[in-house]
């Protein structure tokens, strides 16, 4: 009796008072951590991304210092900016998704209906919203982001890369000069720069001539400067885009993406594309190229490379000021996201900021010795041998590429050439990889895909898009782009995108 008198009450003391409280403690305790183990073990999985085919680093330092626990981002947005090295980022992102299997969010052509602000029908494989999961979305488009959060993700990374007005101006110059209408009419950039309004006529699209930045974003870029209108734009980037990097610190700007995407070091080593000529061609450049036999077909003056190339793109300082002024809201947005740059890196701090760029540049140097002839250094286009990475020509000034060493075994090859692969052969080649099935039924042509040839297509008002037209021989064959513009090839490559208006 004494005996089970004292079992009710042990069975009290534990159930009743002590029990309850200690045994929900414990509960509890149990589920934080089988919870944070499998946390811990999601993020170790994913965090550690080494590429998925062969890398070529011969430095154990590829990876990089350490990131900590961070998830990389695979959800990404890149707002492709006109002529501030976003071909290279390009590059380095079609690297990472090609590598990895994921999926890209395609144009029908090469652009995304540029210069009409963005729609996701012009996205490749689109059927609405979350109906398909991409994960990069980063080719030349007008920003619209209702569009675009009907494409991408909701955790969905976005950055973009800017450039001070004045040497925006006189890239723009040189490369859209024979096509762009306020560039054809002036004698040089600096008689641009000295009375822009005689030679632009803002009714005209395709100008590439006054704030190809805020353009670019999405806003007016014609507007009459006015704080208000500056501080608006600026609001919205800051409230849509988590990274804004800047092309005069090109290798600053790497380390800060890595770090907020939480990727390997290997994977920002790039080279640089899509990059003019600093001088004018020895052989007068494209005179007698097929660029300037389109531009003839189609009954415009096309006059290549000359020797007064360079003549026409020199300004004076007080020429470059006057750029920067008639670019005004290019040059706020420039200014303020520069301070932003600036305050990013101070708190990443200086000295680390210094020895991760210093390692970035030792891996370039290696890559370039592993890959490219001559040390890594660009060439003219017709000296390339590999007629399939030859990058696309257009403007004054000649854009330069690369060539593979010989002799690499296959699986260097296939990571080097993919450094080195231009943007327009890059897109055909994912485009082959995700749609093998229109590719394989004669929808595109097996060219194209091996070749990874720069072919623009004509967007058809019903679908975005008219399948290219088959050109046996060497004949030339004529498209149109939405706008009207004549779209001119012979064997399978662009040579020229011309106004007709």
């Given at each position: 009796?004494?005996?089970?008198?004292?079992?009710?009450?042990?069975?009290?003391?534990?159930?009743?008072?002590?029990?309850?409280?200690?045994?929900?403690?414990?509960?509890?305790?149990?589920?934080?951590?089988?919870?944070?183990?499998?946390?811990?073990?999601?993020?170790?999985?994913?965090?550690?991304?080494?590429?998925?085919?062969?890398?070529?680093?011969?430095?154990?330092?590829?990876?990089?210092?350490?990131?900590?626990?961070?998830?990389?981002?695979?959800?990404?947005?890149?707002?492709?900016?006109?002529?501030?090295?976003?071909?290279?980022?390009?590059?380095?992102?079609?690297?990472?998704?090609?590598?990895?299997?994921?999926?890209?969010?395609?144009?029908?052509?090469?652009?995304?209906?540029?210069?009409?602000?963005?729609?996701?029908?012009?996205?490749?494989?689109?059927?609405?919203?979350?109906?398909?999961?991409?994960?990069?979305?980063?080719?030349?488009?007008?920003?619209?982001?209702?569009?675009?959060?009907?494409?991408?993700?909701?955790?969905?990374?976005?950055?973009?890369?800017?450039?001070?007005?004045?040497?925006?101006?006189?890239?723009?110059?040189?490369?859209?000069?024979?096509?762009?209408?306020?560039?054809?009419?002036?004698?040089?950039?600096?008689?641009?720069?000295?009375?822009?309004?005689?030679?632009?006529?803002?009714?005209?699209?395709?100008?590439?001539?006054?704030?190809?930045?805020?353009?670019?974003?999405?806003?007016?870029?014609?507007?009459?400067?006015?704080?208000?209108?500056?501080?608006?734009?600026?609001?919205?980037?800051?409230?849509?885009?988590?990274?804004?990097?800047?092309?005069?610190?090109?290798?600053?700007?790497?380390?800060?993406?890595?770090?907020?995407?939480?990727?390997?070091?290997?994977?920002?080593?790039?080279?640089?594309?899509?990059?003019?000529?600093?001088?004018?061609?020895?052989?007068?450049?494209?005179?007698?190229?097929?660029?300037?036999?389109?531009?003839?077909?189609?009954?415009?003056?096309?006059?290549?490379?000359?020797?007064?190339?360079?003549?026409?793109?020199?300004?004076?300082?007080?020429?470059?000021?006057?750029?920067?002024?008639?670019?005004?809201?290019?040059?706020?947005?420039?200014?303020?996201?520069?301070?932003?740059?600036?305050?990013?890196?101070?708190?990443?701090?200086?000295?680390?900021?210094?020895?991760?760029?210093?390692?970035?540049?030792?891996?370039?140097?290696?890559?370039?010795?592993?890959?490219?002839?001559?040390?890594?250094?660009?060439?003219?286009?017709?000296?390339?041998?590999?007629?399939?990475?030859?990058?696309?020509?257009?403007?004054?000034?000649?854009?330069?590429?690369?060539?593979?060493?010989?002799?690499?075994?296959?699986?260097?090859?296939?990571?080097?050439?993919?450094?080195?692969?231009?943007?327009?052969?890059?897109?055909?080649?994912?485009?082959?990889?995700?749609?093998?099935?229109?590719?394989?039924?004669?929808?595109?042509?097996?060219?194209?895909?091996?070749?990874?040839?720069?072919?623009?297509?004509?967007?058809?008002?019903?679908t975005g898009e008219r399948p290219a037209e088959g050109n046996a021989g060497g004949r030339t064959a004529e498209l149109r782009d939405w706008d009207g513009s004549r779209l001119m090839r012979r064997n399978q490559t662009l040579i020229q995108k011309v106004r007709l208006t």
């Amino acid at each position: 009796m004494l005996f089970r008198r004292r079992a009710r009450m042990l069975r009290w003391l534990v159930c009743g008072r002590v029990g309850t409280v200690w045994i929900w403690k414990a509960l509890l305790l149990f589920v934080a951590i089988a919870f944070a183990v499998q946390l811990l073990g999601v993020i170790f999985n994913k965090s550690s991304v080494h590429p998925a085919g062969h890398s070529i680093f011969l430095s154990s330092d590829a990876q990089g210092p350490s990131l900590g626990f961070c998830q990389p981002h695979t959800h990404i947005m890149f707002l492709k900016t006109h002529k501030t090295a976003s071909s290279t980022v390009l590059n380095m992102l079609y690297r990472f998704g090609d590598e990895r299997n994921l999926r890209f969010a395609l144009p029908l052509g090469y652009q995304f209906g540029y210069p009409l602000p963005f729609n996701a029908h012009r996205v490749k494989g689109y059927r609405g919203p979350r109906a398909m999961e991409f994960h990069i979305l980063g080719h030349h488009m007008r920003f619209n982001k209702p569009e675009v959060e009907k494409v991408m993700p909701a955790d969905t990374f976005y950055f973009s890369i800017i450039r001070d007005p004045a040497g925006m101006a006189e890239s723009s110059f040189a490369y859209y000069k024979e096509v762009a209408p306020a560039f054809r009419k002036a004698k040089s950039l600096g008689d641009f720069a000295d009375n822009p309004y005689r030679y632009y006529d803002s009714r005209v699209r395709n100008n590439y001539a006054r704030n190809l930045l805020m353009f670019d974003f999405g806003m007016d870029n014609n507007a009459n400067f006015s704080l208000a209108v500056a501080q608006k734009a600026e609001t919205m980037i800051r409230q849509t885009f988590n990274l804004i990097l800047l092309s005069e610190y090109f290798d600053q700007s790497m380390i800060l993406l890595r770090h907020a995407l939480c990727w390997p070091l290997e994977t920002v080593v790039s080279f640089s594309l899509n990059a003019r000529q600093q001088k004018p061609s020895d052989v007068g450049g494209l005179s007698g190229s097929f660029v300037s036999k389109a531009a003839a077909a189609a009954g415009i003056g096309f006059r290549g490379v000359r020797p007064q190339a360079k003549i026409l793109t020199n300004v004076t300082e007080a020429q470059r000021e006057k750029l920067r002024q008639w670019n005004a809201f290019d040059l706020y947005l420039y200014k303020t996201f520069n301070r932003t740059f600036w305050e990013d890196i101070k708190s990443f701090g200086y000295t680390q900021m210094e020895q991760e760029v210093s390692l970035l540049r030792m891996l370039r140097k290696e890559m370039a010795q592993v890959c490219l002839r001559d040390g890594g250094k660009p060439v003219e286009a017709r000296r390339i041998r590999d007629k399939t990475i030859r990058p696309f020509q257009l403007g004054l000034l000649e854009i330069l590429g690369y060539e593979l060493q010989p002799g690499l075994d296959n699986a260097t090859r296939t990571a080097c050439l993919r450094m080195i692969r231009p943007e327009l052969q890059y897109k055909d080649v994912l485009d082959a990889k995700q749609f093998p099935r229109v590719a394989q039924s004669g929808q595109q042509n097996p060219a194209l895909q091996a070749a990874g040839a720069s072919l623009v297509r004509q967007d058809s008002p019903r679908t975005g898009e008219r399948p290219a037209e088959g050109n046996a021989g060497g004949r030339t064959a004529e498209l149109r782009d939405w706008d009207g513009s004549r779209l001119m090839r012979r064997n399978q490559t662009l040579i020229q995108k011309v106004r007709l208006t």
